[in-house]
């Protein structure tokens, strides 16, 4: 079967990542074997294909944080051949060899069965940045969403794709932060609103508290950004923070917590429960527009994968790129 392997140098430390032919034995034991449909390009995917940033734990290493899939056998009861599955975090693709591979083997506990209206090359649309939207989209929810526009970072990105589509189409007023105005028509048909520059909010304030204005905010980028955001909530509102694509610093006052009640939730797509896991699943299946899903997707082969994942560090890629695998 075909992978894309990568190799690490011992020598020189130096990491190299190709298109190889594997066998069946070389893949790590465990319950379930999945032929892999699908897979997709995560930041943290970009990272495992190059130096690996401490995610990897030993190479030879076939990276893909996330696949969908038809099981093909397995030694767990909960699932048969030929049912259909989706996995998402619990370090595949970084601890443990993951979906840029014709064929997974892993653990039943890490498999969710695809929810009914989903196919597989959807569902990898969707992939472990979607997923995540949606955990922070619940999370915003059981917070409550104040009256008025929802903010939501790196949003010609993955995660802000999917998280402005699920938003507007929950009926909330979306506000979409891009660094890139050449994305304005396509954020548009997601569903946003209003588009607001990059620069505008990661310009320097020193007042610790603005205007109030916005009702959430799903954060992508975290750093100056995030700060800055902090300060511009709702009182009570909520901010669903989920990366760190713009800095793993926090610049903030503790003021906005203090005197405006803001909320920051974290979101951890890697370690989730099951039953969220279904529930996030099942939510998207019914929360996702899947004619805005289908204009996010970028398809792409394996041969791809070392392009794309020294773009997708570089903040360049667009939306969702859904890797077929058997291509
Ligand atoms: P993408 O690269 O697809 O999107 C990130 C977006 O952030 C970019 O498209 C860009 O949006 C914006 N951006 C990039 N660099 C900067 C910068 N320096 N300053 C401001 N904005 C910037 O990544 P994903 O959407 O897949 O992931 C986003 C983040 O979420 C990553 O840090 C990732 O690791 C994290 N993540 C966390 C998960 C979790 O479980 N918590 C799960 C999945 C992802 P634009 O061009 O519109 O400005």
Same mark, same amino acid.
């Given at each position: 079967m075909k992978a894309l392997v990568v190799r690490k140098d011992e020598e020189s430390g130096k990491t190299s990542a190709a298109v190889e032919e594997i066998g069946i034995d070389d893949l790590p034991r465990?319950?379930?074997?999945?032929?892999? !449909?699908?897979?997709? +390009?995560?930041?943290?995917?970009?990272?495992c294909i190059g130096p690996g940033g401490g995610l990897v /734990? @030993?190479? $030879?290493? +076939?990276?893909g944080i996330d696949f969908a899939g038809t099981v093909e056998a397995s030694d767990d009861p /909960?699932? @048969?051949p030929g049912d259909k599955v989706v996995l998402t975090g619990w370090r595949v693709g970084e601890a443990h060899w993951g979906g840029y591979a014709q064929k997974a083997r892993v653990k039943a506990?890490?498999?969710? $069965? *695809?929810? !009914?209206?989903l196919s597989t090359r %959807?569902?990898?649309?969707v992939g472990t940045a979607g997923f995540t939207a949606m955990l922070a989209v619940m999370a915003l929810e059981d917070h409550g969403i104040k009256d008025g526009p929802v903010l939501v970072t790196g949003a010609a990105g993955g995660v802000g794709s999917v998280a402005t589509a699920i938003l507007a189409h929950l009926g909330h007023e979306v506000a979409a932060v891009t660094g890139r105005p050449e994305t304005e028509a396509y954020l548009r048909s997601l569903g946003a609103t %209003?588009?607001?520059? /990059? !620069?505008?909010?990661? &310009?320097? +304030?020193? /007042?610790? *508290? !603005?205007? &109030?204005?916005?009702?959430g905010c799903v954060d992508a980028v975290g750093g100056a950004m995030l700060a800055r955001v902090l300060g511009q909530m709702k009182y009570g =509102? @909520?901010?669903?923070?989920?990366?760190?694509a713009g800095g793993a610093g926090l610049p903030a006052t503790v003021v906005p917590f203090l005197l405006r009640g803001v909320n920051l939730l974290g979101i951890d797509s890697v370690m989730q429960p099951y039953d969220n896991r279904v529930r996030a699943w099942g939510r998207i299946a019914r929360d996702l527009p899947m004619d805005k899903?289908?204009?996010?997707?970028? $398809? =792409?082969? *394996?041969?791809?994968?070392?392009q794309l994942g020294a773009d997708i560090l570089k903040g360049q890629v667009q939306g969702r790129v859904v890797v077929d695998v058997n291509a």
């Amino acid at each position: 079967m075909k992978a894309l392997v990568v190799r690490k140098d011992e020598e020189s430390g130096k990491t190299s990542a190709a298109v190889e032919e594997i066998g069946i034995d070389d893949l790590p034991r465990a319950e379930v074997t999945v032929a892999v !449909e699908y897979s997709t +390009v995560n930041y943290k995917d970009g990272l495992c294909i190059g130096p690996g940033g401490g995610l990897v /734990r @030993s190479y $030879p290493h +076939v990276p893909g944080i996330d696949f969908a899939g038809t099981v093909e056998a397995s030694d767990d009861p /909960r699932y @048969s051949p030929g049912d259909k599955v989706v996995l998402t975090g619990w370090r595949v693709g970084e601890a443990h060899w993951g979906g840029y591979a014709q064929k997974a083997r892993v653990k039943a506990d890490w498999l969710v $069965p *695809l929810p !009914e209206g989903l196919s597989t090359r %959807q569902a990898m649309a969707v992939g472990t940045a979607g997923f995540t939207a949606m955990l922070a989209v619940m999370a915003l929810e059981d917070h409550g969403i104040k009256d008025g526009p929802v903010l939501v970072t790196g949003a010609a990105g993955g995660v802000g794709s999917v998280a402005t589509a699920i938003l507007a189409h929950l009926g909330h007023e979306v506000a979409a932060v891009t660094g890139r105005p050449e994305t304005e028509a396509y954020l548009r048909s997601l569903g946003a609103t %209003q588009i607001v520059a /990059r !620069e505008e909010i990661n &310009e320097t +304030v020193k /007042r610790p *508290l !603005e205007t &109030e204005t916005w009702a959430g905010c799903v954060d992508a980028v975290g750093g100056a950004m995030l700060a800055r955001v902090l300060g511009q909530m709702k009182y009570g =509102a @909520s901010v669903a923070a989920v990366g760190l694509a713009g800095g793993a610093g926090l610049p903030a006052t503790v003021v906005p917590f203090l005197l405006r009640g803001v909320n920051l939730l974290g979101i951890d797509s890697v370690m989730q429960p099951y039953d969220n896991r279904v529930r996030a699943w099942g939510r998207i299946a019914r929360d996702l527009p899947m004619d805005k899903l289908d204009a996010m997707i970028r $398809p =792409a082969t *394996l041969a791809d994968l070392p392009q794309l994942g020294a773009d997708i560090l570089k903040g360049q890629v667009q939306g969702r790129v859904v890797v077929d695998v058997n291509a």
